[in-house]
C-alpha cells in the first residue's frame, strides 16, 4: 500500500517534470494558449471584483439614509398592492398631519416632515442645474447618519421661521465653490439667496442618483411653502427608530396613530403607505442580482472561449507530437502517463494563466477602486485559481484521452 | 542455451475493408540469449509486422509468443508497455530522439518510465553515454548531433534499462556507409559482451553480420540459416 502511494507520488512528480520540460520546448505556443486564460481570469475576478464593488456600493448608499428609517408617505415606493391610481386619490399628507402624529408617536426618536423640489442653484459663474432640494425641518439631521464637513445643519429656530439657510451635498459644494469655503457665502437659489450654513461629509456613494446627499441641497420646509410651493403639497414623514428590532413596532404603532390621525373609521383601508428601506434594498437586490448573472455570464463565456482554445491547442499539440507520443509509448510509457502528461501540460497552462489574469485583476481592482469601494476577495483568489485547474483538467482531457489511444506503432510511422 | 523469444504460429491479419490482409500467415521461430539474429525480406514480406510483434508494439492475431517464459500474446496495452520498458530496446531507422531534449535526458527517459529514482538515472544514463563513446555530448540536443552519433544516443537509451533484447530496425538505413560501419561496430562490441540482439535489415551486407539470417517472403520463413562467413568489422581492423 505504502509503496503504492510512493510510486503514485513518484509518477505525478515525473508527469509534472516532463509536462513542464515539453511546455518550456514550446515557449512560444504555451504562451499563446495561456493567453486565453489570462485574458478569462482577468475577466471573471475584475467582474467579480466589480460587481462586489457595485453592491457594496449600494448598500453604503442605502445606509447612508438610515437603515432604521421609515417613511409614511401618500405612495406606496415598491410592489404597491393598492392601484396607481388610488394611491393619487388619497388625500395629501399635511404638515398638520405631521405635527399630530408627531405628537402621538412615542415609539419613534425623531420624526421630520420632508418634500422635494428642483432648483438652478447658482455661486457667481458657477451654476449646478436643476438641483435636488429637500425641504424639511431642523429635526431631519437626527432621522439620518450624515455628518458635517463644515458648518452645520438649520436650527429650530431657523426651520420654524423659515429663514433662507441652505445646507450643501459634498458635490455640489464643490461645484460651487471649488476653492472652498461656501459655508458663510450667499447663494442663488431660483432666484432666492440663501445663505449656506453648513456642508455635508463626501458620502461617496454614486448609486442612489439624486438621492446621493453628495447632490442635494437642504433647506427648511417653511421656505419652500413660502417662496416654491404651495402648503398643500403632500410631504413624506420620516420616522427613525431607536434601532433595527424596534423598526416593527414603530410601523405598526404609526399605521394606528395615522389612521386616527386623519379620521379612518375601522372599515376604510389605509390612505398612507409606511415605506421602507427594506424596499429599496430588494429592489437594488434584485437588480444587482441581475446585473450579476449578466456579468458572469459574459465574462464565464470568455473563460469558456479561452478554455476551447486551450483544448484547441492541445489537440493541435497532440497531432503535431504523434511521433513524440509514439518514441513514450514504445520505450515504455503506459496509457495513463501520457493521459497524466497532457493533462498535467494543460493544468500547468491554464495555472500559469489564471496566476497572471489574477494579477492584472489585482492591479485593474485597485484601478476600479479609486470609483467603487472594493477589494479583491480572498474566495475570489483562491477560486480563480480552482477554476483555472478545473479548465485545464477539462479541456486537457479529451486531447490527453486521444493522445493515450494512439497505437505505437502507427505513431511511430507518423510523419 | 536459455531461450528469450518462442514464437509459434502466429499470424497477424488486418481488415483492410471487407479483405483481410495476412501481414504473417504463419512464422514460428525462437532465439536464445546472445544470438545475433537479422531478420531479413522485401518490403510487404512481414518483417515490419514481424518486428512489432516481437517488439510488443502488436499482438498477434494467432499464435503464441513467450518472451523470457511469459505469453505476450496474452496481454493488455500496459503490460506490453512494461514488457517494452524493461526488456527490449529499441534502436530506429529514424532514431526517434525527443527532438527539444538532451541525449542525457532522452537516455534517461525510459528509467523514468521504469521508476527509477534520479541519481540512479542519471547515474546509469551517463554509463550508457559512455558505452557508446558520447559521453562528451551528454547535454547537446539531437539537432546538435551528426546522424551517427544521434544512433549512438538511440542505442544509448536501448541499453540502459540492460534490456533482454536490442531489437534495431534499419539502423544504418540513414547513415552513411562509413558511420553504418561505425555503428555495427558497435552492436559487434554489444554483441560480444552478452547482449542479444535482432537486426531488421534489406541489406544484405548489414545482414552479414549476425550469426543468422530469417528470411521472410509473403508472410512466411523462407529460410532460417546461420551465416557462414561473418562480417565483422572488429577483424576489419
Known amino acids: ?415 | 542455451m536459455e531461450n528469450i523469444i518462442s514464437i509459434e504460429h502466429i499470424a497477424r491479419i488486418y481488415q483492410v475493408g471487407l479483405e483481410e490482409v495476412h501481414a504473417l500467415a504463419d512464422v514460428s521461430l525462437k532465439i536464445n540469449r546472445n544470438d545475433y539474429v537479422a531478420i531479413m525480406g522485401p518490403s510487404g514480406s512481414g518483417k515490419s509486422t514481424l518486428m512489432n510483434i516481437i517488439g510488443c508494439l502488436d499482438t498477434p492475431s494467432r499464435g503464441i509468443y513467450m518472451f523470457e517464459n511469459e505469453n505476450v500474446s496474452q496481454m493488455n496495452d500496459n503490460q506490453l508497455a512494461e514488457i517494452r520498458n524493461r526488456k527490449i530496446g529499441f534502436v530506429f531507422q529514424t532514431f526517434n530522439l525527443l527532438p527539444r531534449s538532451t541525449a542525457l535526458h532522452n537516455v534517461e527517459l525510459p528509467l523514468i518510465y521504469a521508476g527509477l529514482p534520479k541519481s540512479v538515472r542519471l547515474e546509469r544514463a551517463y554509463e550508457a553515454l559512455e558505452k557508446v563513446g558520447l559521453a562528451d555530448r551528454v547535454d547537446h540536443k539531437p539537432n546538435e548531433l551528426s546522424g551517427g552519433q544521434r544512433q549512438r544516443v538511440a542505442i544509448a537509451r536501448a541499453l540502459v534499462t540492460q534490456p533482454s533484447i536490442i531489437l534495431a530496425d534499419e539502423p544504418t538505413g540513414n547513415l552513411d556507409s562509413k558511420t553504418g560501419n561505425d555503428i555495427m561496430a558497435l552492436f559487434e562490441e554489444l554483441h560480444e559482451t552478452g547482449n542479444t540482439i535482432i537486426l531488421v535489415t534489406h541489406e544484405e551486407e548489414i545482414a552479414q553480420h549476425a550469426q543468422r539470417i530469417i528470411r521472410l517472403r509473403d508472410g512466411l520463413i523462407e529460410s532460417n540459416e546461420i551465416v557462414k562467413e561473418r562480417t565483422l568489422v572488429g577483424n576489419n581492423e
Not at chain 1, 29 to 38: N, P
Not at chain 1, 164 to 179: D, R, T
Not at chain 1, 236 to 263: F, L, Y
Open chain 1, 1 to 415: 500500500m505504502n509503496k503504492k502511494v510512493s510510486s503514485l507520488l513518484f509518477e505525478i512528480k515525473e508527469g509534472l517534470i516532463i509536462s513542464l520540460r515539453a511546455i518550456a520546448a514550446n515557449k512560444g505556443r504555451s504562451a499563446l494558449t495561456t493567453l486565453g486564460i489570462v485574458i478569462g481570469i482577468w475577466a471573471v475576478v475584475t467582474m467579480s471584483t466589480a460587481l462586489k464593488g457595485i453592491d457594496i456600493a449600494f448598500q453604503n448608499g442605502v445606509s447612508s439614509l438610515g437603515s432604521d428609517n421609515l417613511y409614511i408617505d401618500k405612495w406606496a415606493w415598491f410592489n404597491p398592492d393598492t392601484p396607481w391610481w388610488e394611491l393619487r386619490n388619497r388625500r395629501n399628507i399635511s404638515m398638520d398631519d405631521y405635527y399630530r402624529y408627531k405628537e402621538l408617536a412615542k415609539l419613534p426618536i425623531a420624526t421630520a416632515p420632508s418634500t422635494f423640489t428642483r432648483k438652478t442653484v447658482k455661486f457667481r459663474d458657477n451654476i449646478v442645474e436643476s438641483m435636488f432640494i429637500t425641504a424639511t425641518t431642523s429635526d431631519y439631521i437626527k432621522t439620518t447618519n450624515l455628518d458635517f464637513s463644515d458648518g452645520r445643519f438649520f436650527t429650530d429656530m431657523e426651520s420654524k421661521g423659515g429663514r433662507n439657510v441652505i445646507v450643501l451635498g459634498s458635490a455640489i459644494a464643490e461645484q460651487l465653490f471649488p476653492f472652498g469655503g461656501a459655508v458663510g457665502n450667499y447663494v442663488d437659489v431660483g432666484g432666492r439667496k440663501m445663505k449656506v450654513v453648513g456642508v455635508l461629509q463626501k458620502q461617496g456613494s454614486w448609486v442612489m442618483g439624486d438621492f446621493n446627499p453628495d447632490n442635494q441641497g437642504y433647506i427648511p420646509i417653511e421656505f419652500l411653502f413660502k417662496n416654491f410651493a404651495s402648503r398643500r403639497k403632500s410631504i413624506t414623514i420620516n420616522v427613525r427608530a431607536p434601532n433595527s428590532q424596534m423598526v416593527e413596532a414603530v410601523k405598526e404603532e404609526a399605521i394606528g396613530v395615522m389612521r386616527r390621525v386623519r379620521g379612518l373609521t375601522y372599515n376604510e383601508k389605509n390612505d398612507f403607505s409606511i415605506n421602507q428601506q427594506e424596499g429599496i434594498l430588494s429592489q437594488i437586490n434584485k437588480t444587482v442580482s441581475v446585473i450579476q448573472i449578466g456579468g458572469f455570464f459574459i465574462t464565464g463565456l470568455s473563460l469558456f472561449v479561452g478554455a476551447i482554445g486551450i483544448m484547441n491547442i492541445m489537440f493541435v499539440s497532440v497531432k503535431e507530437r504523434t511521433r513524440e507520443i509514439g518514441i513514450r509509448k514504445a520505450i515504455g510509457a503506459k496509457k495513463r502517463t501520457i493521459l497524466g502528461q497532457f493533462i498535467s501540460e494543460a493544468s500547468i497552462i491554464c495555472l500559469f494563466g489564471g496566476l497572471i489574469g489574477l494579477v492584472f485583476a489585482v492591479i485593474t481592482g485597485m484601478i476600479i477602486n479609486q470609483w467603487l469601494p472594493t477589494s479583491i476577495q480572498f474566495d475570489a483568489v483562491v477560486l480563480a485559481i480552482l477554476i483555472s485547474l478545473a479548465t485545464g483538467i477539462i479541456s486537457g482531457f479529451a486531447p490527453a484521452y486521444q493522445a493515450s489511444k494512439l497505437d505505437p506503432v502507427d505513431a511511430l510511422r507518423y510523419e
